[in-house]
């Protein structure tokens, strides 16, 4: 995944720019409605806009204050473009076509919008190349800026724990990160799980998900998950020490689950 994670991000920061990552509350307000915004059409070579074209085209065609309605053609567009492996370019860069889809599938905050990230999550789907779940990771991302994350939040809880969740783990944090965003706290184990991979501590979990040499995203993403419920600073990294990053996962256990921990985990 990282060898396209660079070129994700400039792309990530549209969806996110708007939204503010915060511990949900106990009891969460009402949810005021968006304005419905008039109904959109994609342009012509959205998918090979450069970079900085395509951004400025998000940023005015989807404000972040409005819910913006994607007419039938831009439906079936992005949905067979959430389907699409990126292709390898000159000089080794990949076709973000997957993350241009959920960039603005994300941005519409429309219910039918959502509908189709999740549906896309819900199929599972293990790609071919380690860079291949980066539009997946960034639809599950999405569902947490919507207005009423609960709403959809409560469709992720299955691809993050239970007998069936995603294959790809990077995809199934992010599932997670937008579950306990929208309050959905069953997903924290699995969290604390993600952050003890490689640790004496970690060798006893139950985990029901294969570890690769490359889980640095995957362990700092589900920290600053972590981080932001528990309403403390992020202070894991990923390329900390195993001592120090065993002490980290055991001081957010500590913090959100109240456990008394024995002091060799500290």
């Known amino acids: 995944m990282e060898a396209m994670?660079?070129?994700a991000l400039l792309l990530l920061w549209?969806?996110?720019s708007a939204c503010r990552t915060a511990p949900p509350p106990v009891e969460p307000p009402p949810v005021p409605q968006l304005a419905r915004g008039a109904l959109l059409a994609l342009p012509d070579g959205w998918q090979t806009l450069p970079p900085r074209e395509f951004e400025r085209w998000v940023e005015a065609a989807l404000p972040a204050?409005?819910?913006t309605p994607l007419d039938e053609a831009a439906r079936g567009a992005?949905?067979?473009a959430l389907d699409q492996v990126a292709e390898p370019r000159p000089g080794g860069a990949q076709d973000p076509v997957a993350v241009r889809a959920a960039v603005i599938l994300g941005r519409s905050r429309h219910p039918t919008s959502a509908a189709i990230l999740i549906r896309r999550l819900e199929r599972r789907?293990?790609?071919p190349e380690r860079w291949s779940d980066c539009g997946d990771t960034l639809a599950a991302a999405a569902l947490a800026r919507y207005p009423d994350p609960r709403r959809y939040a409560q469709r992720?809880?299955?691809l993050a724990v239970g007998s069936r969740?995603?294959?790809?783990?990077?995809?199934?944090?992010?599932c997670a990160a937008s579950a306990l965003h929208a309050g959905f706290s069953e997903v924290v184990p699995f969290l604390l799980m993600v952050l003890r991979i490689d640790t004496p501590a970690g060798a006893a979990d139950p985990r029901d998900f294969p570890v690769s040499p490359t889980t640095a995203w995957a362990r700092g993403r589900a920290a600053e998950a972590l981080s932001t419920y528990a309403g403390v600073a992020l202070t894991y990294r990923t390329d900390d020490s195993i001592e120090g990053r065993q002490r980290e996962a055991a001081l957010l256990e500590e913090r959100i689950l109240g456990h008394t921990l024995a002091p060799s985990t500290r």
Not at 165 to 174: K, S
Request: proline share 14%; hydrophobic share 55%; glycine share 4%.
């Open 5 to 7: 994670a660079r070129p």
């Open 14 to 16: 549209l969806l996110a």
């Open 65 to 67: 204050e409005q819910a």
């Open 78 to 80: 992005l949905i067979a």
């Open 125 to 127: 789907v293990l790609g």
């Open 156 to 158: 992720l809880v299955p």
């Open 165 to 174: 969740p995603h294959p790809d783990l990077e995809v199934r944090v992010e």
